[in-house]
């Protein structure tokens, strides 16, 4: 069994004394993990660090092994490392990728957000916006996609301010009523009106949040959120004081 495919590297860690096992998001075969040999030298760190993209061969003898990897560079991201809020947000998404996704599944339309994604870290710039896009097109692909489109109630375009924690449906002001305190904020943001500030993204990500953990995370065994999404989160939180 063999393939070839591009792919970024969500995680590394050692196996024996020079190999490691890597996990990779690939374009056709999703997450998908495998033994490089020689892994840990000097050489192969540095292709290794996660974010980088690569092409990648995967043998077998059985499709249901392990196998192994061979990996060449295609785009090293490492200018991410030297940023702070950059390699949080790095960490937050590989972490998460590597919490939702099951194996060997293709996700194509996550796969190019996520190489977008990280391509605008490693460009600089204000990429925050798009990692909580990013997040929404998360829950989306999993089966947990918001609709932020019209009123839950109403059915009105207008004046939406909240979503429904059971549905993830939208709910306007009027729509809403006394079960307002109840309803999770909706930040502008989401709607695409006006420039996101900081505290709104964080807002968003408040939101993503909630589904994220109350909703995906229990149907996957029940397993709290990767920590690098809450250091993520408090990170940009300390920063929008």
């Not at 792919?7 to 998001?25: C, D, N, Q, W, Y």
């Not at 809020?85 to 194509?108: M, V, W």
């Not at 947990?144 to 489109?149: E, K, N, R, T, V």
């Not at 839950?152 to 939406?160: K, M, P």
Request: net charge neutral; hydrophobic share 40%.
């Amino acid at each position: 069994m063999d393939w070839q495919d591009l792919g970024t590297i969500l995680s590394a860690r050692p196996h024996g004394e020079s190999s490691m096992i890597v996990e990779l998001f690939t374009s056709a075969h999703g997450r998908h993990a495998g033994v490089v040999r020689g892994g840990a030298s000097r050489k192969m760190t540095g292709i290794l660090q996660p974010g980088n993209r690569v092409t990648a061969t995967w043998r077998a003898r059985l499709e249901d092994h392990l196998g192994s990897f061979t990996i060449e560079p295609l785009q090293s991201r490492a200018v991410i490392l030297s940023d702070r809020q950059a390699l949080a947000g790095l960490n937050a998404a590989t972490a998460l990728l590597r919490f939702t996704l099951p194996e060997r599944e293709a996700h194509d339309a996550l796969f190019m957000a996520s190489e977008a994604l990280f391509d605008a870290m490693a460009e600089g710039g204000d990429w925050v916006p798009t990692y909580l896009r990013w997040e929404l097109g998360l829950l989306e692909e999993m089966g947990y996609g918001l609709d932020l489109s019209r009123c839950a109630v109403t059915g009105s375009r207008d004046d939406l301010a909240y979503v429904s924690p059971r549905s993830g449906r939208a709910v306007s002001r009027q729509g809403a009523g006394e079960w307002a305190p109840r309803l999770l904020p909706l930040p502008l943001c989401l709607l695409g009106q006006g420039p996101a500030s900081l505290g709104e993204i964080v807002q968003g990500l408040r939101l993503t949040g909630f589904f994220l953990g109350e909703r995906m995370a229990p149907d996957l065994g029940d397993r709290p959120l990767p920590e690098a999404r809450q250091r993520f989160v408090d990170l940009l939180r300390r920063s929008a004081r």
